[in-house]
């Protein structure tokens, strides 16, 4: 039987879903009336979400600095073609620390991706991240691959130079370096990183020390076997922009696994200096 829907019905549903109702008990109607925003508590995590579009699902998880609001320009984008999941990562910007922060695990993280991913009905996805996000997508791959329909990477973490912050660095001394690196290291595009909103960066100053004082030390963070790489079809890329040396384990990892590495014109965040080829990428990559 065909579903009807009204603005009431619609203005009545998002309201729910920002207060923790699945999106997919929306009426189909409504998922192409532009993009909402919300928070879903599955298991431990309440989860902050933005859902956008109509189509096959695409999940978009943040790298190191854990928050959705680098991808506005890709998501709207890709949603004219997909629906498209953004996501924070737990302990990050909105969405709400994971109990057990101090133990924290990539397969943990690709677990909680799973539930979320399942709860909303958008199984199966296709999954995209950079860094430590390439890290939880593969994993998802490799420990979850019914939710899964094919994966997207950019520089998987921990290809990144060694990172060594000392245990009695002050927060500050943290925020200050992490400014610099995100900005100018690790993107060849400071405008476009300083033109993202001001909340976002604020945002950021928090989400920095967490990165280094839980992410960073997370035991299981590990290139993905040759076995794993085979669980579901994986488009995996580098930076043309960034030294090959700092990511040469992934050309080792993807090599080993079959898998034939590409190259944006970018450094370590494509979604931030290159929204837009990115954006083609991810669908082309989606579509085959």
Known sequence: MKMKTNRRQFLAASTAGALGVAAWQLPAAALSEGSRTFHRQVGVIRWYCELRGRGPAIVLIPSGEGDCGSFEKVAITLASEFTVLSIDMPGFSRSSDPPNFDHYSISQGAAEIAALVRALGLTPAT????????????????????????????????????????????????????????????????????????????????????????????PDMRMPTPQELRQRPVTWTIGGLTPAVGFFNNVQAAFAGGIQIGLLMCKHFPQVSIPDALAHHIAVAARA
Not at 129 to 148: D, K, M, T, W
Not at 174 to 198: G, K, S, T, V
Request: charged fraction near 20%.
């Open 127 to 218: 999954f995209y991240g950079c860094s430590s996000g390439g890290q939880f997508a593969l994993r998802l791959a490799a420990e979850h691959p019914e939710v899964v329909r094919k994966v997207i990477v950019h520089e998987v973490a921990p290809a990144m130079p060694a990172l060594s912050f000392p245990a009695q660095a002050t927060d500050e001394a943290i925020i200050h370096a992490c400014r610099e690196m995100f900005r100018n290291l690790l993107n060849e595009n400071a405008a476009a990183w300083d033109a993202l909103p001001p909340e976002f960066h604020h945002r950021l100053d928090r989400n920095y020390v967490t990165w280094v004082r839980r992410y960073l030390p997370i």
